[in-house]
């Protein structure tokens, strides 16, 4: 087998991307075996993941933003197949990616193949597997209403546009959240638990997160009296706000939630009013910089 082999799953956005192809061309002139997919409509990632395991590949890039990569990321852990993933971040927000210490630029990224794969976690809620983060509250909201043209515009600044134009629908949402030995219950404002450390463009929900640790981060935001002044100074990173929060890291967490509260699963929304989280521990193996914030392991 070519061990100097991989796919790269991209997303169809992405096609035209020349910076992107001569990443790919740059790869393939020193020795690789580079193939590239498109997708075009929900379901395209995971079938493609299973059609390069049934053809032998054994690396993947996930070519896209943090929904693709979760896409790619769980289609490749429930398959339980001895491969691994490399990232190709192309999103607006690449939360996981800057996170991890990925580079931003194509051919850099693409670099990392050269790397040794690292097993790291992934979040598992329903059935439904995530490798970055789980939001709720008015974050989520905020993630959810962005629209793709204003993420053309703006790039990750257009989740600070929207956020700042909704303020008149700001409201807490009730919640109540239990794991080995914390509980926790009240009106909360924003929810994040993570196997990353960021969401939202650049928010750090749960700063001290690891993807290797075998557990989650949960960090909850009460609602403090001035809702309004408070989201400002999350939004625009002001200082005082991480003060407010309440943090514990924890192998599951369940979530009671009263009507109200949104949660955001890496883009896509979840529903249920009773939700159990969960870490999978070392699901899935990843070519990430040696020196990556989010690994604690050798």
Same mark, same amino acid.
């Given at each position: 087998?070519?061990?100097?082999?991989?796919?790269?799953?991209?997303?169809? @956005? =992405?096609?035209?991307?020349?910076?992107?192809?001569?990443? $790919?061309?740059?790869?393939?002139?020193?020795?690789?075996?580079?193939?590239?997919?498109?997708?075009?409509?929900? !379901?395209?990632? =995971?079938?493609?993941?299973?059609?390069?395991?049934?053809?032998?590949?054994?690396?993947? *890039?996930?070519?896209?933003?943090?929904?693709?990569?979760?896409?790619?990321?769980?289609?490749?852990?429930?398959?339980?197949?001895?491969?691994?993933?490399?990232?190709?971040?192309?999103?607006?927000?690449?939360?996981?990616?800057?996170?991890?210490? $990925?580079?931003?630029?194509?051919?850099?990224?693409?670099?990392?193949?050269?790397?040794?794969?690292?097993?790291?976690?992934?979040?598992?809620?329903?059935?439904?597997?995530?490798?970055?983060?789980?939001?709720?509250?008015?974050?989520?909201?905020?993630?959810?209403?962005?629209?793709?043209?204003? @993420?053309?515009?703006?790039?990750?600044?257009?989740?600070?546009?929207?956020?700042?134009?909704?303020?008149?629908?700001?409201?807490?949402?009730?919640?109540?959240?239990?794991?080995?030995?914390?509980?926790?219950? !009240?009106?909360?404002?924003?929810?994040?638990?993570?196997?990353?450390? =960021?969401?939202?463009?650049?928010?750090?929900?749960?700063?001290?997160?690891?993807?290797?640790?075998?557990?989650?981060?949960?960090? *909850?935001?009460?609602?403090?009296?001035?809702?309004?002044?408070?989201?400002?100074?999350?939004?625009?990173?002001?200082?005082?706000?991480?003060?407010?929060?309440?943090?514990?890291?924890?192998?599951?967490?369940?979530? @009671?939630?009263?009507?109200?509260?949104?949660?955001?699963?890496?883009?896509?929304?979840?529903?249920?009013?009773?939700?159990?989280?969960?870490?999978?521990?070392?699901?899935?193996?990843?070519?990430?910089?040696?020196?990556?914030?989010?690994?604690?392991?050798?």
């Amino acid at each position: 087998m070519n061990e100097r082999r991989a796919l790269l799953i991209l997303h169809g @956005k =992405q096609a035209l991307n020349e910076e992107v192809r001569a990443a $790919v061309e740059a790869k393939r002139a020193a020795g690789w075996e580079l193939a590239v997919r498109l997708t075009w409509e929900a !379901g395209d990632a =995971q079938r493609l993941v299973h059609e390069a395991l049934a053809a032998g590949q054994r690396r993947l *890039i996930a070519g896209g933003g943090d929904g693709t990569l979760r896409d790619i990321a769980e289609a490749l852990a429930q398959a339980e197949a001895p491969a691994s993933l490399a990232l190709l971040p192309l999103g607006t927000a690449n939360d996981f990616a800057r996170a991890a210490g $990925v580079p931003l630029e194509p051919a850099a990224a693409l670099e990392l193949l050269e790397a040794p794969a690292r097993a790291v976690d992934l979040g598992e809620v329903g059935g439904q597997l995530f490798l970055n983060m789980a939001t709720g509250g008015f974050g989520s909201q905020v993630t959810a209403n962005t629209s793709e043209d204003l @993420k053309k515009v703006l790039g990750g600044a257009a989740y600070l546009f929207t956020g700042l134009s909704r303020f008149a629908e700001l409201s807490a949402a009730y919640g109540e959240l239990q794991g080995p030995d914390f509980h926790w219950r !009240g009106e909360l404002l924003a929810l994040g638990i993570g196997n990353g450390r =960021q969401a939202g463009g650049g928010h750090e929900l749960c700063p001290q997160a690891l993807a290797d640790d075998g557990l989650l981060d949960v960090s *909850i935001l009460p609602a403090p009296k001035d809702l309004v002044g408070t989201l400002k100074d999350l939004l625009a990173g002001g200082l005082g706000v991480d003060n407010l929060f309440v943090r514990a890291r924890l192998p599951w967490v369940e979530i @009671k939630a009263a009507r109200g509260l949104d949660i955001n699963l890496d883009g896509e929304p979840l529903q249920g009013e009773s939700l159990r989280f969960s870490a999978r521990r070392a699901a899935l193996q990843m070519h990430l910089p040696a020196n990556s914030p989010l690994l604690a392991g050798p």
